[in-house]
């Protein structure tokens, strides 16, 4: 599932359990228009642009294929903003984060092969223009398989592809990252004596925006090829984040244990992992027995519930398969009835339009048939079913389907089987519960009382999923040595799903647990099984044109399942044997305590491990002094710092723009060229077409930004830096401060006291206007009157002090021309879950 706003995230009870129901549903031309442009979005999901080729079968039997956003499959996406999410595609994402492949040089055959990236011979190039960037873009074609109307044909699928013969692509520039080479060649059939031997290799380049290990990431997990460092990038000398090596530590051999990128790992593998395991090394939930199995079916029944009721909207049902440790899954669904309420809906036969769904959500009746959703790797495949074959749940008949249609999901794969345990990927938490009864709706016997083991994670909609486990198991009390597998299992037994802003809230219970083998295997081959039987399975590309950028959330439908601060407290605890818990911080001395506060003199609210608040309410100048400290900052390879903003949300609603229309005033902390040392501070706004990735309402905002300190409502600003300042200086020392903290100081005008100011906050992944790796919004209430009218306070007792912080004062000469000298044109992503805000 993914979040609100323009935040793209597959959530914690993940993206592909969420597809689990569906039934046929024939499409009108209700709202087509809008149905159009969803499913435009959706077709950017086939391919990579500037590394992959957009390819789609002709077929007749592809008119048959139901397409993912077909409203037979909208109750499959549970997790609510899934189908947006879906619609996104993998090329904006690899253009962000390098794949910007510009090239002109040309490449004798037999030149030295490692620098080009592949060990076949190249048999020719495609230069063209990269319609996301303007720039001229380029790939090399390895092996002797290539033919020239092969080259030709490919080459054509790009725009203003001119194919070469002979030559290839230059690496020559100072900025090559290395090639993303893809093997695309057919494999050995009874017709062919030897197969294939065809490869693509795209260039790679280092930039503000991508550092070698985004773009060895990119390729990986988006082309699902291998990265080939060159120049700098082969030399270690651009450096990058640290995800490559954190992830290096988990993977098992064989490629297994691979998690997702940014905050889609969170919940879930890599579409290119070959698995999980239960003992994923060096992970939290290392061999703990309250993780999902890797193989296991279970019935599964939900039930939607509206805001600020328990009446059920909507009810679904059918039987899950899962072979987490082959990234595989396999959902049946029987049953669904109710007006389903979830994100970017489109036409149906009946859309709800009372008062009670606010005109939004498709009332569907089906409640016999069934269809089937399987996802393998980084791909997901819809299978219709014929109406009068009755096919049964776990159907193996492929003589029975009506059509088969897929998408490319690229970097995501299937839920890992320890999601709800730990805290890895980006902007996510944990809290382990501990026990609770539950009565739990056996199918057999009614509701019986359960002994349920709880875990909640939250995502960063600030919205929370809660797993309850089995935590009695049959031999738990006898622990008999021969006892089965099964009679010691903490089986998933009730899931509490948000809905996201998008959609309702959702109980899903799971009932008839199995544990399945590599015999049931035979499960998940049904779309091999129909193609090899002479059917098709087309990748759905139904449209030509693309629109670019994330949906706008255009009615926010309020959840029971909000974070509340009062109740929330991290607690990562997985019952692994092998990971060692976290020590929780014991205050030991309350007089050094005190003495900071004091110091300090502004109470502190912590939003997350990334941002901290002190807050007080200046009498004399009516006007709220803060102080926001942005944790574990990093330079990114140009040596910048990311953009850091603040905005100011005007109502409660978690929204970029106000629902009803205008614009974010926001604080913009920005590290660019030209900008000097230290980071400065700006005052700016946010723009409802920004959401739609529009180049003008970047550059609008960049024009728009004035020094914070110029502004009539701001003063006293200060950004700390102690990561990039060399200035002089004078100290403060703050037990909120870290060598790789950032701090933003300043007034704000408020005339009265305020009761809460609501706020929200983002943290980009360079030092240029684009993709963020984390954002939330909250709410500040804490305001008490500041120490002094100036609010400058002196250090109470400097030896019980823990950090020092560097505090440079920003001049007030305007940053403006500067700013709009380094825009860029950007492309953003929406497919790598680390969400775009800008």
Known sequence: ??????????????????????????????????????????????????????????????????????????????????????????????????????????????????????????????????????????????????????????????????????????????????????????????????????EEASLMMVSAMASCDNNKMACEAFVQGTFVAIGSCASGAAGGGSSASDQADMTMEGNKCIIAPGAIGAAHQAGFSEGYSTSCPNTPAQDSPYMWPLKWAANFQTKNMGFGSDDIKFESRGRTFYALDKNWKRSDTTYQLGTLRTGGQGPCENIAGDSDSNGFGCVLNNTDGMSTMIHKGGTMYFIDWKEDTAPVVGESDVSKIEGCSKINMAVVGNIRSDWYLDRLGDDTDVQYLGDQHVFYPDPDEGPIPMLAKQWRKKDFASQYFTMSMLGNPPNKVDKMADASVEDNMHWPMILNIPGEGFGDDMLQVYTNHELLTDEDDDLFMLVENYIDSGGVCPENNMYDEVAVGPPVQEVHIPSNLEVEEASWMTNEYTFSPVWQVPMRPVVTDMGAVASVSAAMSKPTTEVSDRVTVESCYDEATKSVDMSFHFHDIDPTANGRLPWMAIGYRSSEVCAMTPPSGGVTPIVLVTHLEGEGEVPRAHSTSLLPTAKTLSSDAFASMYMLARDLGETDDHSDVSVI?????????????????????????????????????NLMYAIGMSSELGIHTTRKCFVINAFPACSSPDGEVSVVDSTKMEDAAIKATLGSSSTTVSMVSTFVTLAFSCMIGVAVWF
Request: overall charge negative; hydrophobic content about 35%.
């Open 1 to 198: 599932g993914l979040l609100h706003g323009t935040v793209i995230f597959v959530s914690q009870f993940a993206l592909l359990d969420a597809i689990a129901n569906y039934k046929q549903h024939q499409v009108t031309t209700n709202g087509l228009q809008s149905e159009q442009q969803t499913m435009k979005l959706l077709a950017s999901t086939a391919s990579l642009l500037a590394t992959t080729a957009l390819s789609s079968s002709t077929t007749t039997d592809a008119a048959k294929a139901p397409h993912p956003l077909h409203p037979k499959f909208r109750s499959q996406l549970k997790c609510p903003y899934a189908e947006n999410w879906l619609t996104k595609g993998a090329e904006a994402a690899a253009n962000e984060l390098g794949i910007d492949i510009s090239s002109t040089h040309q490449h004798q055959q037999n030149s030295n092969r490692k620098l080009l990236g592949s060990d076949l011979p190249i048999a020719g190039s495609c230069t063209y223009n990269n319609s996301w960037t303007g720039d001229k873009s380029c790939m090399n074609f390895h092996g002797e398989s290539w033919t020239l109307d092969a080259m030709v044909e490919r080459c054509s699928s790009e725009q203003d592809g001119v194919a070469s013969q002979g030559v290839g692509c230059e690496d020559t520039s100072d900025d090559v990252s290395g090639w993303c080479v893809k093997d695309v060649s057919t494999a050995a059939t009874s017709m062919m004596s030897v197969p294939e031997m065809k």
């Open 721 to 757: 830096a102690p990561q990039v300042s060399n200035a002089a200086v004078s100290i403060t020392r703050s037990s909120l401060t870290t060598d790789d903290t950032v701090t933003l100081n300043f007034k704000r005008a408020v005339g009265e006291k305020p009761e809460q100011l």
